[in-house]
């Protein structure tokens, strides 16, 4: 088990069932990630992400919250908001990495297509954006990552302990993933 911060930079939040997871809850290893669609260094995390669960396998729990900048993002929450539309319709993973391998392209009509992709309801998916159904949703993975002392995505916590950078991060997993190597 990785070692609690001893420098308050610690996750202070629990995992919340509305909280977007993947990978079983009794894994040893928890992996709470804040970011944003726009965002070039997220985009970095998740195309490094499926080699590290390939590696651990079912010894990792990666859990999402929002946290878009909308301020220099101008599509990220309204990205957010899809993923969340497609969230409703069992298929948030998906969208997400989709949005990730398309972050150039987040207006709205590109939104649509990958829902359609997704062969989501797209009437559903579509009053959802309009309606705005998710607006709240986010706002309060925002609020959540503000308690716990985010200031930009993405930002990482690794059973508790905050990393930097996907660098710091990986550095860590690789610790992780050669210690299990060894003792198998």
């Known amino acids: ?41 997220c985009r970095q995390l998740f195309a490094i992400l499926p080699s ?20 220099i993002h101008p599509q990220a929450q309204h990205a957010a ?4 539309a497609a969230g409703a319709q069992g298929r948030f993973w998906e969208m997400h990495y989709l949005l990730f391998q398309n972050q150039n392209a987040l207006k709205q009509k590109n939104l649509l297509s990958y829902a359609k992709a997704l062969r989501l309801n797209i009437d559903r998916f579509r009053n959802d954006l309009k309606s705005r159904a998710y607006r709240e949703r ?35 997993l690789t610790r992780v993933t050669n210690s299990h190597a060894s003792a198998g």
């Open 52 to 71: 590290l669960e390939t590696t651990l396998r079912e010894r990792l729990r990666i859990v999402y919250r929002h946290y878009p900048l909308s301020g």
């Open 1 to 41: 088990m990785l070692a609690e911060p001893s420098d308050g930079t610690g996750v202070m939040l629990p995992i919340y069932a509305e909280d977007h997871v993947k990978g079983p809850e009794w894994a040893p290893y928890t992996l709470l990630v804040y970011g944003d669609y726009e965002c070039s260094a």
């Open 81 to 84: 908001e899809a993923a969340e």
């Open 138 to 172: 986010v706002r309060e993975d925002f609020r959540r990552g503000v308690a716990n002392n985010v200031f930009q995505p993405p930002a990482l916590f690794l059973n508790g302990v905050r990393h930097h950078d996907v660098t710091t991060l990986r550095k860590a």
